[in-house]
């Protein structure tokens, strides 16, 4: 057991002193949000996710299953944190993996798995559910403390951070970048600074600090130069790919195929990778279905014309490119092929042959 200390009486009037001073005068109200209302102003921007200091979406799918879980058993959700801006814009201090994750469901990109109490639920989407309780989901309030627009930035990052106590855990990418430096790593670094690969594959200011835009260039080579030997861990098998390739590839030939594939893609791909005109962001797993089934078709055909891309609005793409298809062999396969088929079914040339 620790001795106690006697504080006399003159540093407890500087430590009081030193309170007062540092004391912040927050002014703020409590407001409630609707789920629906939430994720209607996130998609239009009126609720944002400032980049200065916020983390990248980063919570992984059991994290996401189990808020969505808490959300549908009606328990009891923390409050979050927004503040107020002088362009009447609300920015998401803390809330943001929550936020983002509501989306994702409601878009229809997030399957329920390992649910641990609504094992029923384990394979829905948000369109599976009943509709009654769908609808109450929808209507779920959150309580959400406003900051006033005067509130100055280091308090909301000051509030962030005390927050945001724990750390969270180097990233894959993070980790391979610095454990197999080298000549391999370097060109992948060149392929992501291309204007035409950062046209048509966006990625916010705070994936590239973790370096989403360099995982997904290393998945483009990994995957189509050797998808039928992906296992089920996609991190093992980019790291084998990296140590396998890093000192021994043909860097003119990858540098061809990666170039003829983004040109391809801005070319006959609309919106590129994003799954919208507005989207912000590339999801990987459409990511990976786009660029190597369109590398494989050009590698048949070199000429490659598409009379029609259609297919990219077909349920049968959405099945094959939502979350839930990413860590198995048939569905890399599957989804890969996908486009590969549909590209040279629909080739301008394909009659003269």
């Known amino acids: 057991m620790a001795n106690k200390t006697i504080v006399d009486e003159t540093r407890k009037v500087i430590a009081g002193n030193q309170i007062k001073d540092l004391r912040k005068e927050i002014n703020y109200d409590t407001r409630d949000y609707a789920i629906d209302f939430l ?164 990625v916010s200011e705070t994936a590239k600090k973790r370096y989403e835009d360099l995982e997904l260039a290393l998945r483009f080579f990994a995957f189509l130069n050797n998808y039928k030997n992906f296992k089920h861990r996609v991190d093992e098998f980019l790291d084998q790919y990296v140590e396998d390739t890093q000192k021994n590839f043909d860097i003119d030939n990858f540098k061809r195929e990666f170039n003829q594939m983004i040109r391809f893609v801005d070319k006959y791909i609309p919106f590129g990778f994003r799954k919208s005109r507005n989207a912000k962001s590339t999801p990987r797993v459409r990511f990976e279905a786009i660029s190597i089934g369109v590398a494989l078709a050009l590698r048949e055909k070199p000429d490659l014309i598409p009379t029609s891309m259609e297919w990219l609005e077909s349920d049968d793409f959405k099945i094959h490119t939502t979350t839930h298809a990413s860590n198995s062999l048939p569905r890399v396969v599957g989804r890969i092929e996908y486009v590969r088929k549909m590209l040279l079914e629909g080739d301008e040339n394909a009659s003269d042959n």
């Open 39 to 202: 994720v209607q102003q996130y998609r239009e921007d009126e609720f944002y996710i400032p980049d200065e200091y916020q983390r990248q979406y980063i919570w992984d799918d059991s994290d996401k299953n189990r808020f969505i879980e808490s959300i549908l058993l009606g328990l009891p959700i923390p409050f979050m944190f927004f503040s107020d801006n002088s362009d009447g814009r609300c920015e998401i201090i803390d809330g943001a993996q929550r936020t983002q994750t509501l989306v994702e469901f409601m878009d229809g990109d997030l399957v329920l798995s390992n649910l641990k109490k609504l094992t029923k639920l384990n394979g829905f989407f948000y369109a599976d559910l009943p509709e009654y309780h769908r609808r109450k989901f929808n209507k779920t309030t959150f309580k959400i403390i406003v900051l006033s627009d005067e509130t100055t930035v280091e308090i909301r990052q000051e509030i962030f951070n005390r927050i945001n106590t724990t750390g969270k855990k180097a990233t894959p990418t993070e980790i391979r970048r610095g454990s197999y430096a080298g000549p391999f790593m370097e060109f992948l670094k060149e392929c992501i600074d291309n204007p035409i690969f950062i046209k048509v594959c966006p």
